[in-house]
């Protein structure tokens, strides 16, 4: 898939932990690490936007395109 997840990136440089965004989003554990692992087949605006509020980020420093992508 050409979309990379740097959502682990992001938490790294906030100094959250994935317990900390799940209680601030209101996205289970588990939700949560599909999408930062990269095994997410979708994500919903609303998550997203309350992603980018906890970590006070925009979308494309969490999503990345990149051409021919391999995983």
Known sequence: MAIIVNLDVMMAKRKISLNELSEKVGVSLSNL???????????????LEAICKALDCQPADILEYVENAKK
């Open 33 to 47: 690490s599909i999408l930062k692992t990269g095994k997410a087949r979708a994500v919903r605006f609303s998550t």
